[in-house]
Nanobody, 125 residues
Framework: QVQLVESGGGLVQPGGSLRLSCVAS????????IGWFRQVPGKEREGISC????????WYADSVKGRFSISRDNANNAVVLEMNDLKPEDTAVYYC??????????????????WGQGTQVTVSS
């Protein structure tokens, strides 16, 4: 089973940018569909983006579409989430996860069985 570690979170002002990385060990991440999720205490976890295992097609939640970009960094066995034009409502703990089964297209509602520990993103002036 793949092990995942997120990094890149931090404190940023509104309108700023961050680059989150999800680095894998134990397996080749390019073989997995990967999702990014975020959670605020007291709220349900939100799936915000994913990249498929088959053709690297991507999906974004409306809340981040046009501002966030997901891509693979195969040289580093990682998936990257570029976040631009950050807003205070983007404040959350961000998690990456790998899909349990290979699907033609990714979806944040598919089953994910390996999760990272999360990285905190805080958007505040």
């Amino acid at each position: 089973q793949v092990q995942l570690v997120e990094s890149g979170g931090g404190l940023v002002q509104p309108g700023g940018s961050l680059r989150l990385s999800c680095v894998a060990s134990g397996s080749t991440l390019a073989y997995y569909g990967i999702g990014w999720f975020r959670q605020v205490p007291g709220k349900e976890r939100e799936g915000i983006s994913c990249i498929s295992a088959t053709d690297d097609s991507t999906w974004y939640a409306d809340s981040v579409k046009g501002r966030f970009s997901i891509s693979r960094d195969n040289a580093n066995n990682a998936v990257v989430l570029e976040m631009n034009d950050l807003k205070p409502e983007d404040t959350a703990v961000y998690y990456c996860a790998s899909e349990r089964f290979v699907h033609y297209s990714c979806s944040v509602t598919n089953e994910y069985d390996s999760w990272g520990q999360g990285t905190q993103v805080t958007v505040s002036s």
